[in-house]
T-cell receptor
Framework: RKEVEQDPGPFNVPEGATVAFNCTYS??????FFWYRQDCRKEPKLLMS???SGNEDGRFTAQLNRASQYISLLIRDSKLSDSATYLC?????????????FGKGTMLLVSP | GAVVSQHPSWVICKSGTSVKIECRSL??????MFWYRQFPKQSLMLMAT?????????EQGVEKDKFLINHASLTLSTLTVTSAHPEDSSFYIC???????????????FGEGSRLTVL
């Protein structure tokens, strides 16, 4: 059974703060990784992919550590609009079939 | 961009009735769609993989006779919750991948979700 573990939070931070989420995965052969954002009572939406070399998109930085089997998401200068649940997603290819496993999500609450 | 549309967004029904949820890919062809269920404060759990023109593949523990899936065209999959009971109340979300046009192979596009409440 593939596992994707996240700290459920909630993380309560003030505006402007920097916050980091971690996610661990159990399958060392997992091939690709993503962070999705889910607002309350809405569908998840892709925030960013996570590349081996690490990648940055504005205030968001994602990193992958294959040796330790974890990925991270760093949010700088938090905005009120960043309040959401962040889902760690791991993609595996088993015998040609691609499957996605979702973590339970980490809730972020940014306050004024 | 790729859009997946789901209908209805909200549905309230009496126990014992059946409810049909539609999932459409609006600007791409989806040979495969996925149906998820999400309970409050829980992660998305894959229920089944819907394959166009063939039977759906159900995850362990999901009753195929209770959750009927039909994928009759490249742009439409339906999930029917038969004889719904209060424990079936949940957020049901469909998704699809646009393999032809999207470079990010793992990206899923989700429908807006359908919140089912069974009284």
């Amino acid at each position: 059974r593939k596992e994707v573990e996240q700290d459920p939070g909630p993380f309560n931070v003030p505006e402007g703060a920097t916050v980091a989420f971690n996610c661990t995965y159990s399958n060392s052969a997992s091939q690709s990784f993503f962070w999705y954002r889910q607002d309350c009572r809405k569908e998840p939406k892709l925030l960013m992919s996570v590349y081996s070399s690490g990648n940055e998109d504005g205030r968001f930085t994602a990193q992958l550590n294959r040796a330790s089997q974890y990925i991270s998401l760093l949010i700088r200068d938090s905005k009120l609009s960043d309040s959401a649940t962040y889902l760690c997603v791991v993609n595996d290819n088993d015998s040609g079939y691609s499957t996605l496993t979702f973590g339970k999500g980490t809730m972020l609450l940014v306050s004024p | 961009g790729a859009v997946v549309s789901q209908h209805p967004s909200w549905v309230i029904c009496k126990s014992g009735t059946s409810v049909k949820i539609e999932c459409r890919s609006l600007d791409f062809q989806a040979t495969t769609m996925f149906w998820y269920r999400q309970f409050p404060k829980q992660s998305l759990m894959l229920m089944a993989t819907s394959n166009e023109g063939s039977k759906a593949t159900y995850e362990q523990g999901v009753e195929k006779d209770k959750f009927l899936i039909n994928h009759a065209s490249l742009t439409l999959s339906t999930l029917t919750v038969t004889s719904a009971h209060p424990e079936d109340s949940s957020f049901y979300i469909c998704s699809a991948r646009d393999f032809q046009n999207r470079a990010i192979t793992g990206e899923l596009f989700f429908g807006e979700g359908s919140r089912l409440t069974v009284l």
